[in-house]
């Protein structure tokens, strides 16, 4: 099983880039790499997934270096309800899906 | 669409007692998964339905959970007796597989979780 390692907290202001970086060394060729967002009270909700290179969307972008050892989620110009925890999961590959593993996850807290 | 929807929100049972936790996943997604956060621990894999099928329940941590997706559309899990431990957060996520064999993606859908509190 891919295992990550993520940082614990971070500390940000309001408008600025925050980069989240994540490692998983045993990564597998066909796992795919998925960042979550879960708020308090909430369930995980999805942000990004990607499987090499750089992918972007609406809400965040991933970069993903060619070993595929580590991955990092960048958020531009946080607001403070981005603060939450954000977890990166890099999927074990069973058979019709996936048994999801979660860290401790980063608690990002965004200031004024 | 819809979002995976999970009943009750919060329950408080005291210890002996049976509580049964609901979860609808996302219409059309076979594949369902529950999970559980203990308090100060991290999130932890309970099992795996595919359809109705019970793909994986390596994560069930003894023999007072009984999961069930009859019909392959909703699921419960019952715990019965509850005890203490069992106390956290219980997730539910659903999903559908995209892509070919040998490098599939999925992404999981989570509900808001139902907080159990055993007394």
């Known amino acids: 099983l891919a295992k990550t390692t993520q940082p614990i907290s971070m500390d940000s202001y309001e408008g600025q880039e925050v980069n989240i970086t994540c490692s998983h060394n045993n990564i597998a060729t066909n796992d795919y790499i998925t960042w979550y967002q879960q708020f308090p009270s909430q369930g995980p909700r999805f942000i990004i997934q990607g499987y090499k290179t750089k992918v972007t969307n609406e809400v965040a972008s991933l970069f993903i270096p060619a070993d595929r050892k580590s991955s990092t989620l960048s958020l531009p110009r946080v607001s403070l309800s981005d603060t939450a925890v954000y977890y990166c999961?890099?999927?074990?590959?069973?058979?019709?899906?996936?048994?999801?593993?979660f860290g401790a996850g980063t608690r990002l807290f965004v200031k004024a | 669409e819809a979002g995976v929807t999970q009943f009750p929100s919060h329950s408080v049972i005291e210890k002996g007692q049976t509580v049964t936790l609901r979860c609808d996943p996302i219409s059309g997604h076979d594949n369902l998964y529950w999970y559980r956060r203990v308090m100060g621990k991290e999130i932890k894999f309970l099992l795996h339905?595919?359809?109705?099928?019970?793909?994986?329940e390596s994560g069930m941590p003894n023999n007072r959970f009984l999961a069930e997706r009859t019909g392959g559309t909703y699921s419960t899990l019952k715990v019965q007796p509850a005890e203490l431990e069992d106390s956290g957060v219980y997730f539910c996520?659903?999903?559908?597989?995209?892509?070919?064999?040998?490098?599939?993606?999925?992404?999981?859908?989570f509900g808001p979780g139902t907080r159990l509190l055993v007394l």
């Open positions: 999961l890099v999927g074990d590959m069973g058979t019709g899906g996936f048994k999801t593993i």
């Open positions: 339905f595919v359809k109705e099928s019970k793909q994986d």
């Open positions: 996520a659903s999903s559908h597989p995209t892509g070919t064999s040998g490098r599939r993606r999925e992404t999981q859908y």
